[in-house]
Nanobody, 123 residues
Framework: QVQLVESGGGLVQAGGSLRLSCAASGSIASINTMGWHRHAPGKERELVATITSGGNTNYADSVQGRFTISRDNAKNTVSLQMNSLKPEDTAVYYC?????????????????WGRGTQVTVSS
C-alpha cells in the first residue's frame, strides 16, 4: 500500500511564501514523474508543476517564476516552494506520483494521489 502525505499548507498574506512537501511511503518499486495539482472552489483541478526522475520540470503559466518544484529521490519526497503568493493561488494542493509496484509477477504502473493540503492566500 502506497501513501502520499502532504504537509506545509496554511494561511499566508499576499506576497508571502509557503513550502509544501509530499512524502511517499509503502511498497514502491520506482517513482517516475512527481507533481502538484490544485483545486480551487468553482474551478477544475489544474496542474501546477511536475518534475521527472531526471529533474526536468514543467510549470503552469500562472505560477512560472514564482513556484519551484524539487524532489529528493533518496527520500521519495517532492516539494513545492511557493513565493509571491496571490489570492488566486488559494486552493487545495494535491501531490501526485507516477510510480510502479511489484505485484509478485509483474511491475505495474499506477498513479497515486495525496489527500491534499489547503493553501489560503489573503489579500
Amino acid at each position: 500500500q502506497v501513501q502520499l502525505v502532504e504537509s506545509g499548507g496554511g494561511l499566508v498574506q499576499a506576497g508571502g511564501s509557503l513550502r509544501l512537501s509530499c512524502a511517499a511511503s509503502g511498497s514502491i518499486a520506482s517513482i517516475n514523474t512527481m507533481g502538484w495539482h490544485r483545486h480551487a472552489p468553482g474551478k477544475e483541478r489544474e496542474l501546477v508543476a511536475t518534475i521527472t526522475s531526471g529533474g526536468n520540470t514543467n510549470y503552469a503559466d500562472s505560477v512560472q517564476g514564482r513556484f519551484t518544484i524539487s524532489r529528493d529521490n533518496a527520500k521519495n519526497t517532492v516539494s513545492l516552494q511557493m513565493n509571491s503568493l496571490k489570492p488566486e493561488d488559494t486552493a487545495v494542493y494535491y501531490c501526485r506520483m507516477e510510480g510502479t509496484y511489484y505485484n509478485g509477477k509483474f511491475y505495474v504502473a499506477k498513479t497515486y494521489w495525496g489527500r491534499g493540503t489547503q493553501v489560503t492566500v489573503s489579500s
